[in-house]
């Protein structure tokens, strides 16, 4: 099993930027996608974007096309999500998550999940 474990989520003006990473410990995953959901106070997990562990690929919800972007460190085993032109609103916690086969945009189909950090953007 790995364990993932989210840093640097904070307070931040709308139009600001903010990264937060996940660093994944435990076994290997070669064949893992990586992923981001968050999750805002009385709403459900929402799908930000993925990304193929081995070859790269990424897919983003469309309410973040553009403005995020999901990396990874191979070497560091960490995730990365860059957020650019953050938007106000309620506080959400982004969430880092792990699947062994294929991770989808459902949280159902992710094995591990990090303990979420949050993020606050202010008007």
């Known amino acids: 099993q790995v364990q993932l474990v989210e840093t640097g989520g904070g307070l931040v003006q709308t139009g600001g930027s903010l990264r937060i990473s996940c660093a994944a410990s435990g076994r290997t995953f070669d064949q893992y996608f990586m992923a981001w959901f968050r999750q805002a106070p009385g709403k459900e997990r929402e799908f930000v974007a993925r990304?193929?562990?081995?070859?790269?690929?990424?897919d983003y919800a469309d309410s973040v096309k553009g403005r995020f972007t999901i990396s990874r460190d191979i070497a560091k085993n960490t995730v990365y999500l860059q957020m650019n032109g953050l938007k106000s609103g309620a506080p959400s916690v982004y969430c880092c998550?792990?699947?062994?086969?294929?991770?989808?945009?459902?949280?159902?189909?992710?094995?591990?999940w990090g303990q979420g950090a949050q993020v606050t953007v202010s008007s």
């Open positions: 998550a792990a699947s062994e086969t294929f991770g989808s945009i459902y949280p159902a189909t992710y094995d591990a």
């Open positions: 990304i193929s562990w081995t070859a790269g690929g990424t």
